[in-house]
């Protein structure tokens, strides 16, 4: 514990003043208090900032994004059929991809069997829209309104092959399980902004592809070595928003209250004899739980959204657990001041079916993707409001199993994947990164996974190569032993 | 298992690939440690024997520090997972030697181990403390006071279980399913086809297994262990946070294995613990806390239970649905209302910061 933080805790202050500091100046599933005392055990030599339950020192330097929106496109979606316009694929259409372009490189057991690697060319055409004149394919007509607000980056690459490894590595900047999630060091490092909900909450909608989805996993949120804590909450479309909200049938709100008044009295008198603080921090953790059992199904309840909105996201922002009522939600999370919400979609994993599956996939995820992006702009949002829109990675050229005219499939690419970003200190209307004329390999600004993260920090205001945590001996960070920040798509 | 005859050859993997052979290595044990003797054979049963030679004072001081840290809180070497340059210095470094060495003189005997902690002066000491004192050390590592911490998730479970009645103490056995929100398996799964898609409940008996027999999905790990800190088991984890957020709040006023315990408890309760009032509190009490009320305590209590008993007396329904949480029927001969009071107020005692900490 470090000095400057002892007097806080000094044996001056009474009970109550102790108590009301530790209800009101903490966030939601960070008691500051349980931290100063390092009770959990772990991060002894780190200082918490009491506002946010972060920590002291950040942000490193002034942010220009407060909060992150992360819309995973869980399955990888093909950068051929949406962002990377090849418009000479057409003329090689069947042909054998060259080993001049593969170069001997991995391909998964899934294709490495297939005698031929004929060239798919796209079947969807490619248009340039805006100011930005960029190249946006007819599955994303709703892109079109955004592409001036968001920076394309058609250059991202995974050293990840397959779906687990590669989201893995995405979400903690390491291919095994076991790290934090990106959401997870973000509110460790940063804390929160609000007192009544968490500050990484996560957000699931599943496919409108037909193809069976990749599955997902909790640890894809979870806070590896760190605290618990910090693991991020999903909020549910069905049953209690978030597990265990609701109370017990038969308990009305008011009987909730007054047992909770009778917890507290017994849990005060506890505290006078044992001296424990953890025992404050417990009281005031079962009153944000009651504050929670409002401020949750406040923040579930669309009711009062007034019908542009729902014109605005589409007809399935109505439908709970839709990808377009969970932008929306987004939205609302965004409002309330929570660090991180991650979305995951799933159903982009077409190996077979690829234009029926994600024209499919794109009605559903085109239309509600853009209006956040508006939403967020209208609302003043979107300058301290970082999104990202992004899979895991992406799609071969050559096709999987059968080509024909009309139909045919793509396997996983590390080598290049095209995502968008915005807001929060993005420039507005830029295409970074080429690949080559069979989007296979990157020829211009190349940028890896853990520089991706790095440039998702820096946009808070935190340096990646600070953020840091003691665990078995050595220190960890998110971007691992790599990452630097793409400063070519910053304002 | 046994050994191959010929034991297959062994590579660095360049960057970890498999089809990228580097250095052929051999077995063997890392050079900072001591090494393994000439006699042993280069395999499992060799390094199963270096790992417990009497010799190697490593594994002794590993154990008992664990077995420290499970009593304590905190292990005499707080970083628990890691005795190397990196970790934290023992607090106490001969008392350390003392128990390894202990350790190794008894053959090993572990729950001779337990009894010469247990039994200790250190730790039959009171937890309560001064506030200056646990200003000067918030810790406890100077061991000026008795332990005070948390329990673990399964033993919150198994303790709420165990106060209840409910608790089958059954041991071993294949895993269990106790109550779990609706969807977590389905939402996160792959589709038909495959095993582990969807969760389904156990029968009764089954319902009220310690903690440690959950079946533990490990990409979708039971949330009511992993809010109170059970490690997901994606890396090996030698000592737990311990945290204190209002999701485990939420779990211990919500999920049905609490709320049916409370009602287990109040039926507990009614049936055994005397006749009024008063009794019934202490009886009740006692089980969650191992101690009697003081009358400040007590007298917050009986306030409660008027109170709840004042919002259940005319609200036969919601008694009623109270009552109907969890497989286990409520007892038919107890009144619902008064029931349905006693188990509001039982649900406070095993939400109790004292009921789920050890001290």
């Known amino acids: 514990m470090t000095d400057s933080l002892t007097p806080e805790i000094s044996a001056a202050m009474t009970r109550r003043q102790f108590f009301r500091r530790s209800t009101a100046g903490i966030a939601i599933g960070i008691p500051a208090l349980a931290t100063l005392l390092t009770t959990d055990g772990f991060g002894a030599d780190t200082a918490i900032d009491e506002k946010t339950g972060g920590l002291a020192g950040l942000p490193h330097f002034p942010p220009k994004g407060r909060r992150v929106i992360f819309l995973h496109q869980s399955g990888a979606p093909s950068q051929i059929e949406l962002f990377d316009f090849k418009p000479n694929l057409v003329k090689w259409q069947g042909a054998e991809l060259p080993d001049s372009v593969r170069m001997g490189q991995r391909i998964t057991g899934m294709t490495s069997g297939q005698s031929s690697f004929p060239v798919a060319p796209s079947i969807f055409k490619f248009s340039q829209y805006g100011r930005s004149g960029a190249w946006t394919s007819e599955l994303l007509p709703y892109h079109t309104k955004i592409e001036d607000d968001i920076t394309i980056i058609k250059s991202v690459y995974s050293e990840a092959i397959n779906h687990d490894p590669a989201i893995t590595f995405l979400q903690t900047g390491f291919q095994q399980p076991g790290r934090p999630s990106m959401g997870a060091w973000t509110t460790y490092g940063l804390g929160s902004e609000n007192q009544n909900l968490p500050a990484f909450v996560v957000l699931i909608s599943q496919a409108n592809a037909l193809n069976p989805d990749q599955p997902l996993f909790s640890r894809l949120w979870g806070s590896g070595f760190l605290p618990s804590r910090y693991q991020g909450v999903k909020f549910r479309a069905s049953g209690d928003p978030v597990l265990y909200l609701s109370n017990p049938p038969g308990v009305p709100s008011g009987t909730r209250r007054r047992m909770l008044d009778g917890i507290s009295k017994l849990n005060r008198l506890l505290a006078e004899k044992y001296g424990d603080p953890e ?42 657990g839709t990808y377009a009522a969970n932008c929306l939600l987004a939205r609302r999370l965004a409002e309330r001041g929570v660090r991180f919400i991650q979305l995951y979609h799933r159903g982009w994993d077409q190996h077979n079916d690829l234009p029926r599956d994600i024209a499919l996939q794109c009605k559903g995820v085109d239309q509600p993707s853009a209006a956040l992006i508006l939403d967020l702009k209208q609302r003043g949002m979107l300058d301290d409001t970082l999104v990202v829109w992004a899979g895991e990675f992406g799609r071969t050229v050559y096709c999987q199993g059968k080509l024909t005219g009309t139909n045919y499939g793509r396997d996983h690419h590390p080598r290049c994947f095209s995502i968008w970003m915005a807001g929060a200190g993005i420039q507005r209307g830029l295409t970074i990164g080429k690949t080559d004329d069979y989007c296979y390999n990157i020829v211009e600004d190349p940028v890896h996974v853990h520089d991706l993260q790095a440039t998702i920090l820096h946009c808070l205001g935190i340096d990646h190569l600070k953020l840091t945590y003691k665990f078995q001996g050595r220190y960890f960070r998110l971007t691992d032993v790599g990452g630097l920040v793409v400063k070519k798509i910053l304002t | 298992m046994g050994e191959m005859s010929k034991p297959r050859d062994t590579f660095v993997l360049g960057r970890g690939e498999y089809d990228n052979k580097g250095e052929k290595v051999k077995p063997g044990v890392p050079s900072f440690l001591p090494p393994m003797s000439r006699d042993l054979p280069p395999n499992r049963l060799g390094l199963a024997k270096w790992i417990v030679d009497p010799l190697n004072p490593l594994t002794a001081r590993v154990v008992v520090n664990q077995y420290w840290q499970q009593y304590f809180g905190t292990g005499i070497v707080k970083t628990a997972e890691d005795f190397g340059s990196q970790g934290e ?9 003392w128990l390894a060495t202990e350790f190794v003189r008894s053959g090993w005997d572990i729950k001779a181990m337990q009894r010469l902690i247990v039994t200790s002066a250190t730790y039959r000491q009171s937890s309560r403390a001064s506030r200056e004192l646990i200003e000067r050390d918030p810790e406890n590592r100077l061991l000026a006071r008795g332990p005070r911490f948390r329990l673990p998730a399964e033993m919150v479970r198994d303790n709420a279980l165990a106060i209840s009645g409910l608790l089958n103490d059954r041991i071993g056995g294949p895993s269990v399913y106790p109550y779990q929100p609706k969807g977590l398996w389905e939402e996160m799964a792959f589709g038909e086809g495959y095993s582990g898609q969807s969760y389904t409940q156990s029968p009764k008996p089954d319902l009220y297994r310690r903690g440690m027999y959950t079946v533990w999905k490990r990409t979708v790990p039971p949330p009511s262990l992993t809010i109170l800190d059970a490690p997901d088991r994606e890396k090996c984890t030698a000592r737990r946070a311990v945290t204190n957020t209002p999701l485990q709040a939420l779990v211990l006023l919500n999920d049905p294995t609490y709320v049916e315990a409370s009602r287990a408890l109040a039926d507990r309760t009614l049936r055994n613990g005397g006749r009024s009032d008063h009794a019934r509190i202490d009886f009740a009490f006692k089980l969650a806390t191992a101690r009697t009320p003081d009358p400040q305590e007590r007298a917050v209590l009986l306030g409660s239970l008027r109170e709840f008993r004042s919002l259940y007396r005319h609200d036969q329904a919601n008694a009623s649905k109270l009552l109907s949480v969890g497989e286990t029927k409520a007892d038919s001969r107890l009144a619902p209302r008064e029931l349905a009071a006693w188990t509001t107020l039982a649900s406070m005692i095993l939400n109790l910061d004292e009921t789920i900490t050890k001290e």
């Open chain 1, 279 to 320: 025992i404050d921090t417990r009281v005031a953790q079962y009153e944000m739980a009651y504050r929670m059992q409002t401020s949750v199904p406040d923040l579930m309840d669309l009711s009062k959204e007034p019908e542009s909105t729902f014109e605005l996201y589409g007809p399935d922002s109505r439908k709970p």
């Open chain 2, 89 to 97: 210095p023992p607090s106490h470094p001969e008392l350390l030697d």
